[in-house]
C-alpha cells in the first residue's frame, strides 16, 4: 500500500497554452517537451486505512494549499472510495516559479499511486491521469523528446527520440524564485477569454508542432532554435494581451534573452524558451554548455543557474 516514485519536470519547446475543456482539463493545442534529468520531484504515497484525511508534506513541511489537488489526482487513479493517503514529496528546484514543478509533481504522484496499489496501469493511462490534473504533466511520464496530441475526447502521447539519440543540455537561469503571480491555469483561461491573439495561436499551432517534430527528426538544431524561440513568443504575445495582461517576465529576463541571441550570433548552437514564470531556459548542444553557463552566471540579477541533460520518464522507485 506504499511506494515512492520519482519524476523529472520537462520543458515545453512547442507549448501547450489553453484549455478546449477546463473540466476535463484538456489542452486546445498540442505541445512537444524535454524532459529534463537533473531536476527531481519525489513522492511517497502511502494508502492508510487509519487517517482521516489525506496528508501532504513537501520537503518536510506541511502544505495544505497543494492538497487538495492532489487527493483529486489521486481520486482518478485510486478512485473515490480510496483509503486516506500520506503523502511524503521532495523537490530539489524551486516550486510553483515557472520550472514545471507541477508536472514532476503530477506525474510522480500518480506513479507512486498506481505502484502502491498495484493496479499496473500503462503508461498512457497513466499519463491522461496526470494530465487531468495538469496538463504538462503528462509529458513526464515519457522519456526525452515527447509530443501530446490532444483530441475531442482525451490526449494521446509519443516518444520522439530518446535521450540519448539527441543529448541536449539545458541551462536554467532563475532571476526571481518566489512563487508566480498567476497560475498558467487560470492565465491561459483569461487568455481565451480575452487576448484577440488567442483563436491564431490555436490555428497556427499544428504548424509549429509539424516543424518541430521534423527538427528532431532531422536532429537539425538551426530549425529547432527557430521554431522553439517563435512558438514561445507567441504564446508570451498571447499572455500580454490578455485583460488584465498576464506578464510573468522582469528585466532580467529579457537580459537572459538578449544574451542567448548574442551567443548565438557568435556561433553558439542555443536558444531560450520561457514559460509560465521569469526564468529562462537555454537549450543547447553539449559543447556549447560551458559557454552559455557563463554568460547567463554573469548576468546581473541571475540568482542561479541549473545546468541539466535530458532524462527518464516518472518511474517506480520502491514500491512495498
Ligand atoms: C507555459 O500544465 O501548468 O508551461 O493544465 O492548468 O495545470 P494546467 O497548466 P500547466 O501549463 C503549462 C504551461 C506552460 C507551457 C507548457 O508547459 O507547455
Not at 520531484?41 to 501532504?56: I, S
Not at 511524503?88 to 520550472?99: D, K, R, T, V, Y
Not at 487568455?191 to 483563436?199: D, G, L, V, W
Request: charged share 20%.
Amino acid at each position: 500500500m506504499r511506494a515512492l516514485a520519482i519524476a523529472q519536470p520537462n520543458i515545453a519547446l512547442i507549448k501547450y497554452w489553453g484549455k478546449r475543456d477546463t473540466q476535463k482539463n484538456l489542452p486546445a493545442v498540442g505541445s512537444q517537451s524535454i524532459t529534463l534529468d537533473s531536476l527531481w520531484t519525489t513522492m511517497d504515497v502511502e494508502f492508510a486505512a487509519e487517517l482521516a484525511a489525506d496528508t501532504l508534506q513537501v520537503n518536510g513541511s506541511d502544505s495544505p494549499a497543494m492538497l487538495p489537488r492532489l487527493s483529486r489526482c489521486l481520486d482518478r487513479v485510486a478512485g473515490t472510495d480510496r483509503a486516506p493517503a500520506r503523502i511524503l514529496s521532495e523537490c530539489n528546484f524551486p516550486i510553483a516559479a515557472g520550472l514545471a514543478s507541477s508536472a514532476s509533481s503530477f506525474a510522480a504522484l500518480v506513479v507512486a499511486a498506481d505502484a502502491a496499489l498495484a493496479q499496473g496501469n500503462d503508461t498512457l493511462t497513466l499519463a491522461r491521469s496526470a494530465g487531468a490534473a495538469s496538463g504538462s504533466a503528462a509529458r513526464s511520464l515519457y522519456a526525452g523528446f515527447v509530443e501530446l496530441r490532444t483530441g475531442e475526447t482525451d490526449i494521446d502521447l509519443e516518444q520522439l527520440a530518446a535521450p540519448a539519440d539527441w543529448p541536449l543540455e539545458v541551462i536554467v537561469a532563475v532571476t526571481h524564485a518566489g512563487a508566480k503571480p498567476v497560475s498558467s491555469g487560470d492565465a491561459m483561461i483569461r487568455s481565451a477569454n480575452t487576448s484577440p491573439f488567442y483563436a491564431r495561436w490555436v490555428d497556427e499551432q499544428d504548424a509549429d508542432l509539424n516543424v518541430g517534430r521534423e527538427a528532431i527528426e532531422a536532429r537539425d538544431f538551426a530549425r529547432l532554435a527557430e521554431v522553439a524561440e517563435h512558438n514561445c513568443l507567441k504564446m508570451h504575445s498571447v499572455m500580454w494581451t490578455s485583460r488584465p495582461s498576464i506578464v510573468y517576465w522582469n528585466h532580467v529576463t529579457l537580459v537572459c534573452m538578449q544574451t542567448v541571441r548574442e551567443l548565438r550570433d557568435k556561433g553558439h548552437a542555443v536558444f531560450f524558451t520561457i514559460d509560465a514564470g521569469p526564468q529562462v531556459k537555454a537549450v543547447c548542444l553539449p559543447g556549447d554548455a560551458d559557454a552559455v553557463a557563463r554568460a547567463l552566471a554573469d548576468v546581473d540579477g541571475v540568482v542561479e543557474v541549473m545546468r541539466t541533460g535530458l532524462g527518464d520518464g516518472a518511474r517506480v522507485v520502491t514500491a512495498t
